[in-house]
């Protein structure tokens, strides 16, 4: 089946432009009704799921003169990506004024390394999450527009060489992060260290074995 312009635009419920303020808005509505931005060449659609109601992606479909789609590319929606950007910041806090205003070089040295590894481990688990977010939500279109799923691009194994060595890298410190937490920043009395490291640690361990074992 060939998608064009009318079997996409049947998919938009709610007109709305794609601005930081329109998705601010609908992230905070109780309502889960698709929306979208319609141009000539180009619609894009968006729509919320339950308590994932800020981390949804925007998809885009890019479509010729004939009307016929060309071209389908996605992007985490604006309102996500300051969530994204600003969450982090506020979260570590703590860790990043400890680790500025006592500059011993041990104190220093072992914050820096806590903040690389969180950063890293919250990239991990957000694109995880923003892909199945994704695959979620094709699968929704599709079953308005009664497509079949047919010939799609095999989804990325959790046993591939690239999975297995990120694992080999992130868990070692995850664990070295929770030892480190129970025998050095605890006892120092240290818990708004210690409590952001350990939830982070904690909920990236839980979501990739859980898709692990899932898998």
Not at 45 to 56: A, L, P, V
Not at 63 to 83: H, M, R, S, V, W
Not at 169 to 181: D, T, V
Not at 190 to 200: G, K, N, Q
Request: aromatic content about 16%.
């Amino acid at each position: 089946m060939e998608l064009t312009r009318i079997h996409i635009q049947k998919l938009v419920k709610v007109k709305k432009a794609d601005t930081f303020w329109n998705h601010f808005v609908y992230s905070l509505a109780t309502n889960y009704r698709v929306n979208g931005e319609v141009k000539k060449n180009i619609i894009k659609i968006w729509q919320k799921r339950t308590f994932r109601g800020i981390f949804y992606p925007v998809f885009t479909f890019e479509f010729d003169n004939e009307n016929q789609l060309i071209k389908i590319t996605d992007k985490l929606n604006p309102y996500g990506k300051a969530i994204q950007l600003i969450f982090p910041f506020i979260f570590f806090l703590p860790l990043i004024y400890t680790g500025l205003s006592h500059f011993e070089t041990k104190q220093f040295f072992i914050c820096g390394i806590i903040l690389l590894v969180l950063f890293l481990a919250i990239s991990l688990l957000n694109s995880k999450l923003y892909q199945y977010e994704k695959k979620e939500q094709l699968k929704e279109f599709r079953k308005v527009l009664n497509i079949k799923e047919e010939e799609e691009k095999a989804p990325e194994k959790e046993w591939s060489i690239k999975m297995i060595l990120t694992r080999l890298f992130i868990y070692p410190f995850c664990f070295a992060l929770i030892l480190l937490n129970i025998f050095l920043i605890i006892p120092q009395g240290s818990f708004f260290i210690a409590i952001p490291t350990l939830v982070i640690v904690g909920i990236y361990l839980y979501s990739d074995l859980k898709m692990i074992f899932k898998s």
